[in-house]
């Protein structure tokens, strides 16, 4: 605000007699306050006061450019003419010049030069919409806040940061000039208006002197002539008062006005300061007559007739014509810098499947979108559409409109786009439907009589990184399916039409890619009434766990992610519990009930195992992720909050041991996060995740028996012989833990024999740790009522991965779950007829999970 005042007030005390190069700007305005401090007297012209209260009052700036070149040509009949011409009424509009503030890193920023194959014309639906955006039916209001668009503000920048970039656009001689540049915008207006004036001038001298064939740069440039000291650029910058009633002019609308003129120099400016201070122009306009224009007059002298021959003397100045380019100008405007759907409007459209649009907008608060089926109006300002079956086999199109509260504009810069496929009906799901619909139609029931349920869904969707990648030159991760039918432009969707097939409460998520949950999950799941929370794992690739909830049943209290290498430092101090840790639900206080004693064991064995410490601590890169959620439904068993944790631990088949442990220290994380608010009883859980561990693994045990000994074979039989190169692929496929046959479950490394890590070894090897859940750790009960035969049908291995777990009342935890029901699971046979999994119809080589769950409070009166 402080330099635009600065900038106003040099306006006004300027000379009339300006001798640089000036740009002349005219801008018509009624009812403008404060343009009025831009006014200059002149001795002759009456005052502001001087003029009635109700007159129209038009205030023109006027920027006219005058340039050095001269350019004879044969086709001076085909242009325009006005000699020594400076009256804006005379000038016709012949293109546009757009000026915005952008930041630097936006520098590539061209409005006109969006190349988007998928870019369409705008204006063909502009009478569609006019007559059917009235329709109530149409309509959706955009939510608050508008989340989908974000806004660049570059008024809290440093003036350095920024830059203005200036596209101009003219008609000359039929002949259509587009220019484009970047200058600073801490450079003074004048200069930069003086190399848009220069370029402009060299583009016109290029279409009215064509080079011929057989001359080069040297043949134009003798053709041009050399122009004398009387051809320098006089260029004057004005304000024109213009009032109606005296007969003395007219104005833009036909109007009789008087015209006095005032002198400004841009010299005192910088063009992001004249670039906001024209802005303001368009702001607070009551009707289409009172909305600005903002012109910008380029004088271009033209040797009349007569060619002008290069000589070493000075030319005599020859009679001159004036070709006059009118542009109007349009500064920081609302404008669009980048769109973003899910694979740029490639993605499968299918009917059910929301479609979702954001923006990245600039001098705009939000995005108005109008969604078209086929030209029809199907959706007005939204940022969200959902194809219906009505609309199969038509073509989805979208008009985006940038805006801004008070600006007024008759030609805002729309941006149109088609969509490269049809919709489509949902490709047929065996397991969403007909499966799982009793399941799905007992949700509906839930939502209506029962308020003390919850569903939880847990889904490792295959990252599609891993869908994409070979595992050596002749064997692909799934030669079972055509490719086609597995890329993501068709998996994704498949996979949010199941997700929203549940409507589950809280929605796990593992092998998420980065890009994809930035473009497609988290603003379908938010446009739907979810919101989200995404953790990447500690990695230099885009892939990790994303959690979804509904916010009519939760609100969001604390969301974090731990990198599981972190919980495992050796050299890190065990924290001392609070003074209340040792009292349960029901008021008695045991001291050591909290203790994690199995952590010191687990400390001594990464001391004494380098290779196990530098795998746990430097190669994987698993994380948790762990949200506080205040419980929004409110009723005699429902806990105030509840704590969810979500994670997928490391997969190689050799490292039993590792998740067994990565287990025990996500239990512990989770359980100081359910009892990190003093005086207040522990919040009940529930974990989620891939834990890549069958039944009888050492975690499953960990979780379901709450202690591993350290003879028990599976967990620790690999805890001296695995190592971090042990996970290529070439190791991988000599011992046949991949590249085995589709579906089999007869694998060789279940029944490998490896050396007795003892034997032979004179030093001894580490020893394996017991692990136990301490008692003040709740009891976990899954949500399937049986244990799934598997819930990972690949090509070549099959088993039972992935779990929905659940705390349960007790006298430690006042708050607990009951389960209720679970979504049913596919037998083998139904899987084999498609030979495994992902293929045409099943998006994933998982299978989610979906259980049901009732909260129940302790009772004293009854048996725990």
């Not at 061209?110 to 149409?138: Q, V, W």
């Not at 979906?850 to 409070?857: E, G, P, Y």
């Amino acid at each position: 605000m402080k330099s635009l005042k600065s900038f106003v007030l040099n306006l006004i005390s300027i000379p009339q007699q300006i001798t640089s190069r000036r740009i002349t700007i005219t801008c018509y305005r009624t009812h403008a306050r404060m343009n009025q401090a831009l006014l200059k007297s002149d001795e002759n012209s009456p005052s502001i006061q001087d003029q009635p209260s109700h007159s129209l009052l038009r205030y023109t700036t006027t920027l006219s450019y005058h340039t050095a070149l001269s350019f004879p040509s044969d086709d001076n009949d085909q242009v325009s003419t006005l000699e020594n011409d400076n009256n804006p009424q005379h000038r016709a509009n012949m293109g546009d010049v757009l000026a915005i503030v952008l930041p630097k890193e936006w520098q590539d920023f061209n409005l006109n030069k969006k190349d988007e194959a998928n870019r369409i014309d705008p204006s063909m639906f502009d009478g569609i919409l006019n007559d059917s955006m009235s329709s109530t039916s149409c309509h959706v209001d955009c939510p608050n806040g508008y989340p989908f668009d974000s806004i660049v503000d570059t008024t809290k920048m440093d003036p350095n940061d920024l830059i203005v970039s200036l596209d101009m656009s003219m008609n000359v001689v039929q002949e259509e000039i587009y220019l484009h540049m970047n200058r600073k915008a801490t450079e003074d207006a004048s200069r930069t208006f003086s190399r848009l004036e220069l370029s402009a001038a060299n583009r016109i001298s290029s279409i009215l002197n064509p080079r011929k064939a057989g001359t080069g740069k040297a043949g134009r440039k003798q053709k041009q002539g050399i122009g004398n000291k009387d051809f320098l650029p006089r260029s004057n910058i004005y304000v024109y008062v213009m009032r109606d009633g005296d007969g003395k002019g007219v104005d833009c609308c036909g109007e009789a006005t008087s015209i006095t003129r005032r002198s400004i120099n841009v010299e005192q400016c910088t063009i992001r300061e004249l670039c906001e201070t024209l802005a303001m122009n368009h702001e607070n306009g009551q009707s289409h007559h009172e909305r600005d224009s903002i012109v910008l007059s380029l004088f271009i002298p033209m040797v009349n007739d007569t060619p002008v021959v290069q000589s070493e003397t000075v030319i005599a100045q020859p009679e001159l014509k004036t070709l006059s380019v009118d542009l109007t100008v349009t500064t920081n405007p609302p404008s669009i810098l980048s769109i973003q759907t899910f694979e740029s409007f490639g993605s499968k459209l299918f009917t059910g499947v929301p479609v979702v649009i954001q923006t990245t907008l600039i001098h705009a608060s939000r995005a108005q979108i109008s969604w078209f089926v086929d030209q029809e109006l199907a959706l007005y300002d939204s940022h969200c559409f959902i194809p219906k079956k009505e609309h199969v086999g038509k073509i989805l199109s979208v008009v985006i409109t940038p805006l801004r509260d008070g600006y007024h504009e008759e030609k805002p810069l729309k941006e149109a786009y088609r969509f490269d496929n049809a919709i489509d009906d949902i490709p047929y799901m065996p397991i969403v439907s007909p499966l799982r619909d009793d399941f799905n139609s007992a949700k509906n029931f839930m939502d209506d009589e029962k308020k003390d349920l919850v569903r939880v869904m847990t889904y490792n969707i295959l990252a599609d990184l891993y869908v994409s990648r070979e595992i050596d030159d002749e064997t692909v991760m799934f030669p079972h399916v055509k490719y086609e039918h597995i890329r993501k432009t068709r998996r994704m969707p498949m996979i949010v039409a199941e997700i929203l097939a549940y409507k589950a409460d809280i929605v796990c998520l593992q092998e998420v890619d980065g890009a994809i949950y930035d473009t497609y999950f988290e603003p379908v799941m938010k446009a739907i009434g979810y919101d989200a929370f995404y953790s990447n794992k500690v990695s230099c690739q885009r892939e990790g766990c994303a959690m979804f909830w509904c916010k009519e049943t939760f609100e969001i209290d604390e969301a974090i992610t731990i990198s599981l290498r972190d919980l495992f430092d050796p050299d890190k101090e065990e924290q001392t519990q609070p003074s209340h840790a040792g009292q349960d639900a029901i008021g008695i206080v045991k001291p050591n009930y909290r203790r994690w004693d199995s952590m010191r064991g687990i400390k001594n064995l990464l001391k004494s195992h380098p290779e196990l410490r530098r795998v746990t601590m430097e190669k994987i890169g698993q994380i948790l992720q762990v949200v506080k959620l205040k419980v929004k439904v409110m009723g005699d068993s429902n806990p105030k909050k509840i704590v969810v944790g979500n994670t997928h631990l490391f997969y190689h088949p050799m490292a039993d041991h590792i998740r067994a442990m990565q287990t025990y220290v996500v239990c512990k994380k989770i359980d100081e996060v359910r009892r990190s608010e003093v005086n207040v009883p522990p919040y009940p859980l529930i974990l989620c995740g891939d834990f890549n561990s069958d039944p009888l693994s050492g975690a499953s045990q960990l979780l379901f028996s709450r202690s591993v000994e350290p003879d028990h074979h599976d967990c620790w039989k690999h805890l001296n012989e695995y190592q971090w190169d042990m996970g290529n692929n070439s190791y991988m496929l000599e011992h046949q833990y991949i590249g085995n046959s589709a579906g089999s479950s007869d694998f060789k490394y279940e029944y490998e024999e490896f050396q007795n890590a003892v034997e032979d070894i004179k030093t001894p090897l580490p020893s394996a740790p017991a692990l136990a859940l301490p008692e003040s750790f709740p009891q976990l009960v899954s949500g399937c009522e049986e244990m799934p035969a598997f819930t990972n049908y690949a090509v070549d291995f099959v088993d039972t991965l992935d779990y929905v777990l659940a705390s349960k009342v007790s006298e430690h935890d006042i708050y607990g779950f009951v389960p209720i029901r679970s979504a049913m699971m596919p037998t083998f046979e139904e899987i084999k007829r498609f030979v495994a999994m992902p293929n045409e119809f099943m998006p994933s080589d998982h299978v989610s999970i979906v259980a049901d769950f009732q909260w129940i409070k302790f009772d004293k009166s009854k048996p725990a």
